[in-house]
């Protein structure tokens, strides 16, 4: 009796075996593998859409911006044209604006423009931005009164001089007008006889009877003779700065695979070829932007009062507008006052390759069988069905006020 029972407490007192601790230790570590995994996955999962947010947050942000500048974008300037459309000029020359300055306009698109940065168009990416540069007005629609004209120096007037109170609280205070008011910017002058001219400032000075501004070259002489200096006598003229604004995709100065959309004010005096050193960065690795057109299609012979005639766009889904042509900038810049409304589009990357783009969706199209608007993914290297990032696209409309003249 005494030996069965000491059998029975050693049973009682005895672990687990070998085979149950070895199924146990397998369940175990498939529990945890089977959580880790789902934790990378989800982990993953949870970083891409991340990441798209936060690309569309900084689209949005980009095109906001952009939107103003448009919105702006011949007010208080000049809008001309700079050529015909399907080989026929059209005359949409402001005929009270000074003829001796050509090539003046509100808005000037560039396509398959040949500064594109290289990793835009190698590895099969195949991009080529558009370039847009407009005339904005700087002011926020505020023309200061000009009192006198003395060669090229254009006074602005004292404060009683000026019509709004937020023209006199700008030649009131030094640190307003200078910020406004810049050397390379341009002097939109309109006088109360509808003559205009639009020269590069100089120099810009604030003295104690009032404010002035230096011009590189002296105003227009009239058609008719006389001078914009005699038609300004007594009050009798307006002036506002202007800005001459580019938005261009560049490359990034400290990554030479990385490209940016920049906001960049061009300096009036200088070539067009010869860009500022310094650019506002609006939208981070941004790889294509394009611009398209909504026009009033009224013939040249319309009347007047006739209603404007806005077709619909039979593709919205392409960068061309409403007026079929080869080049969406051939009708831009030859017709800028029919403009209604620009569509923008803009595609930005994700910072690095995107593991899930084994082989990129639609890579076997040919460059003009992709859409812009569909496009979802950009090679980082040469590697082959490795390196692919995810692009996401964003459109965008504005309607353009100042620009349209309701001209034939």
Request: hydrophobic share 40%.
């Given at each position: 009796?005494?030996q ?5 407490n ?7 075996t ?12 498939m ?16 970083y891409?859409q991340?990441q ?8 949005r942000?980009a ?8 919105s ?7 809008v001309n044209?700079i050529?015909?459309?399907g080989g ?14 050509n ?8 396509e ?6 290289s ?13 847009l540069?407009?005339?904005s007005?700087?002011?926020?629609a ?14 602005l ?8 109170d ?19 910017y ?7 006889s ?13 003295d104690?009877?009032?404010?002035y ?9 009239l ?14 003229c ?11 995709i ?21 070539p ?7 650019d ?10 394009q ?18 005639s806005i ?27 029919r ?9 930005i990357r994700?910072p690095?390759?995107?593991e899930t783009?084994l082989?990129a969706?639609d ?12 496009r ?8 082959d069905?490795?390196g ?5 696209t ?15």
């Open positions: 009796m005494r069965r029972k000491a059998l029975s050693r049973r009682r007192q005895s672990g687990f070998m085979p149950e601790l070895i199924v146990a230790g397998f369940l175990g570590a529990a945890l593998v089977s959580a880790y995994v789902l934790f990378i996955a989800g982990s993953k999962q949870y891409v991340e798209i947010v936060q690309m569309q947050e900084g689209m942000f095109l906001e911006y952009m939107k103003t500048d448009l702006n974008a011949g007010r208080l300037s000049v044209a050529g015909g459309v026929g000029a059209e005359n949409t020359r402001d005929p009270q604006f000074c003829q001796m300055r090539g003046l306009q509100a808005v000037q698109l560039f398959d423009d040949d500064d594109v940065p990793v835009l168009s190698r590895h099969g990416n195949d991009l080529s931005p558009d370039r540069r407009l005339l007005d700087a002011t926020g505020v023309p200061l009164s000009v009192s006198r004209v003395n060669g090229r120096r254009i006074y007037g004292s404060n009683l001089r000026q019509r709004t937020e023209a006199r609280r700008m030649v009131a205070s030094e640190t307003a007008f200078v910020s406004i008011f810049k050397p390379g341009y002097l939109f002058v309109a006088s109360a509808g003559f205009s001219d639009m020269v590069p400032i100089d120099a810009v000075t604030f104690t009877n009032g404010p501004v230096e011009l590189s070259d002296a105003l227009c002489p058609s008719g003779g006389g001078s914009m200096a005699a038609d300004c006598f007594g009050g009798n307006l002036a506002a700065p202007v800005q001459l604004v580019e938005y261009a560049v490359e990034d100065p400290e990554d030479e695979e990385k490209t940016n959309l920049v906001r960049r004010i061009m300096d009036a005096r200088l067009a070829e010869a860009l500022p050193s310094t506002l960065v609006i939208s981070e690795y941004a790889v294509d932007f611009v398209w057109g909504m026009y009033d299609t009224r013939p040249t012979f319309a009347l007047a009062g006739a209603q404007p077709p619909e766009d039979e593709e919205p889904t392409d960068d061309v507008g409403n007026i079929e042509s080869d080049l969406e900038s051939s009708v831009m810049n030859a017709r800028p006052q403009l209604r409304a620009l569509n923008l589009m803009l595609a994700s690095r390759e995107d783009f082989v969706p890579i076997r199209l040919v460059p003009e069988d992709r859409l812009p608007a569909d979802t993914w950009f090679e980082l290297n040469e590697r069905g490795s692919f990032a995810r692009v996401v964003m459109r965008a409309d504005v309607e353009t006020p100042n620009l349209y003249r309701g001209q034939p």
